[in-house]
């Protein structure tokens, strides 16, 4: 069992930077494959980007591919999203998750066993 708390979200004008953390808890981090997720009003929850229990391997939508960023300090506990270039269209609630079973963060939702209370980006134009 693991507790996730995002942080890091705020208010940006486009073109702008933001960076995503998300502490989790417990001593077993470093065993989950982590994903981050977002939520525009209006939407459906997607696939932002996902990163291997030991941080080697990465994967990320191609709306963001090129901008974002997604890495894990396991002696920390901590996972991140850094975002540039941020637009408008990225405006939504941002989510961490952690799944416990595969190597890889999933893109689908349902698969991942935790996830975090969001935080919300937002991107003027």
């Known amino acids: 069992q693991v507790q996730l708390v995002e942080s890091g979200g705020g208010l940006v004008q486009a073109g702008g930077s933001l960076r995503l953390s998300c502490a989790a808890s417990g001593r077993t981090f470093s065993t989950y494959a982590m994903g981050w997720f977002r939520q525009a009003p209006g939407k459906e929850r997607e696939f932002v980007a996902a990163i291997s229990r030991s941080g080697a391997i990465k994967d990320y939508a191609d709306s963001v591919k090129g901008r974002f960023t997604v890495s894990r300090d396991n002696a920390k506990n901590t996972l991140y999203l850094q975002m540039n270039s941020l637009k408008p269209e990225d405006t939504a609630v941002y989510y961490c998750?952690?799944?416990?079973?595969?190597?890889?963060?999933?893109?689908?939702?349902?698969?991942?066993?935790?996830w975090g209370q969001g935080t919300q980006v937002t991107v003027s134009s």
């Open positions: 998750a952690a799944d416990d079973v595969r190597g890889l963060g999933p893109h689908n939702s349902d698969e991942y066993n935790y």
